[in-house]
């Protein structure tokens, strides 16, 4: 059964959402029944909410993710875990917001990898495993380093393959790969070559695992680092798109000890360069959905598509001339709504009515919706509530959340609150003993440009109160705020 919880008594934590298989059975009764849905869970890397054609995106086509959204369920309300990766991925897999998450900021590990889960969270591998799922994780972790407790082999996932570590994932050319847990090396990617795209093996490798799983249920989390900077696509993709735009040349990491081991390399159009890889991102989600259908389990299969936040600025990334963050203000590293607000598309054929959803939702909530379709097992209480009801076209039996919580290590810490219409943030919490608090009417100002605090002294009051409840001391990250602010 379960690990026993064990991270500040918050109980186990959960991962990711994916793809769902289901056959016909036959019960006693002669009545076909379904076996358990496939489940992939496809997660971008820094993809704005604007950066999709479905959602206003004029420079970019992604037809395929496009064809999911009108075909499924679009979530206009839903909220990333954090507003950077590992934190974001923690909450995924935990189903614990930040305040009380067991990985809460992106705390490096050298040689490679980051601050690892702890072994006591029962991850939402675990949980699928436990109920039959075959698990892969495809991508970037960013969860532990290798061998370390947090390692993927160690919290659930049957089939690893890619990136365990997210400051590696900054380069889409790599010297290796981890595949399980053995290090590959690329050699035509030695010194400079640029022969072996990072993002097409691993694509490779997840089509892979679908093959290999089409007769058993199971759980395909797929953390693509795209479009994350660097911001680089193969030649022979990139020639396609050259001469688009008017471009502002980035200056990167050509040579030296940071070379392809997380500096970005320079990048004579970014712009179109960024067209190129969300585009090939949009390719890959459409071929996933092709290789279902050519193994005739599409129909059994739930698909999620979502983005662990808001769009970069790195690298030579220019959200402001794409619009990526949309109409909402801030970016990655920000708690207004460009920051942690990103689209999410469900979609399961005949079991999912199309359309579109304004239930408030977050990233851990993915554990406890899992949970629910699947009836693997939750560990105890956790800050998530299965949005499972709205995906089956039962809005009427679906639970509300009072609010939701973020908070974020760096830039000296912030917090943020969203409760209805209302949206609460402060920021400067380690320099300020009592920060002010903002305060944004959603409904009336989306774009959280009139701080209207002042106007409502009593709100301000009860959000204070529910930033200090919320906030779970964990002596690790404290340090590790501490080693930020020098």
């Known amino acids: 059964m379960n690990k026993p919880s064990l991270f500040l008594s918050l109980g186990l934590f959960t991962l990711s959402l994916i793809g769902c298989n289901s056959t016909q059975e036959t019960n006693t009764d002669s009545e076909p029944t379904l076996s358990k849905p496939n489940i992939i869970y496809i997660l971008a890397d820094d993809l704005g909410y604007g950066d999709l054609s479905f959602n206003g995106q004029e420079h970019i086509s992604t037809p395929n993710i496009d064809k999911l959204a009108k075909e499924g369920l679009f979530f206009n309300q839903h909220y990333s875990g954090s507003t950077v990766c590992a934190p974001s991925r923690s909450t995924l897999v935990s189903g614990f917001h930040t305040g009380n998450a067991p990985v809460r900021g992106n705390y490096e590990i050298q040689p490679e990898g980051q601050y690892p889960l702890p072994d006591s969270v029962f991850t939402i591998f675990e949980s ?36 365990n570590c997210q400051r590696m994932g900054h380069n889409y050319y790599p010297f290796h790969l981890w595949d399980n847990q053995d290090s590959v090396v690329l050699e035509g990617n030695a010194g400079k070559n640029l022969e072996e795209y990072g993002p097409e093996l691993i694509h490779s490798k ?75 991102l949009d390719k890959q989600v459409g071929e996933i959905v092709g290789k279902l259908e050519e193994l005739g389990i599409r129909d059994n299969t739930l698909i999620i598509f979502t983005s662990d936040n808001g769009p970069h600025k790195e690298g030579g990334a220019d959200p402001d001339f794409f619009n ?19 689209p999410m598309i469900a979609n399961w054929p005949g079991k999912i009515k199309p359309g579109k959803t304004d239930h408030i939702s977050a990233f851990w909530d993915i554990y406890p919706t899992l949970s629910a379709l699947t009836g693997s097992e939750l560990p105890g209480k956790t800050d998530g509530i299965s949005f499972e009801p709205t ?18 290590i760096e830039q000296g810490g912030k917090q943020a609150i969203r409760q209805g219409k209302w949206k609460a943030i402060r920021l400067n919490l380690r320099k300020d003993n009592n920060p002010p608090i903002e305060l944004y009417n959603l409904e009336e100002d989306p774009g959280e440009e009139n701080n209207i605090a002042e106007k409502h ?25 501490s080693e930020l602010d020098k």
Do not use: C
Request: no cysteine; aromatic share 16%.
């Open 128 to 163: 699928l495993k436990a109920e039959g799922y075959a698990t892969g994780a495809f991508g970037k972790w960013g969860l532990g380093y290798p061998g370390s407790e947090g390692d993927p082999n160690k919290q659930g996932v049957d089939v690893f393959f890619g990136y």
């Open 457 to 481: 002294p009593d709100l301000v009051k009860s959000f204070k109160a529910l930033m200090e409840e919320n906030h779970t001391p964990n002596p690790v990250f404290k340090l590790y705020a």
């Open 391 to 408: 995906l089956l076209g039962k809005s009427n039996e679906q639970k509300q959340h009072e609010y939701l919580y973020w908070e974020f």
């Open 324 to 342: 990526s963050n949309g109409p909402w203000k801030g970016y990655k590293r920000d708690l207004y709504e460009g920051g942690i607000r990103v």
């Open 206 to 280: 997840t089509l892979d695992f679908i093959s290999e799983n089409k007769e058993n249920p199971f759980f395909l989390y797929v953390p693509t680092i795209i479009p994350h900077a660097e911001l680089i696509v193969p030649e022979d993709i990139m020639e396609n798109y050259r001469g688009r735009f008017e471009e502002k040349p980035y200056q990167g990491v050509d040579e030296g000890p940071d070379y392809k081991i997380g500096g970005y390399m320079s990048q004579e159009e970014p712009r179109a360069a960024f067209v190129a890889m969300v585009e090939l």
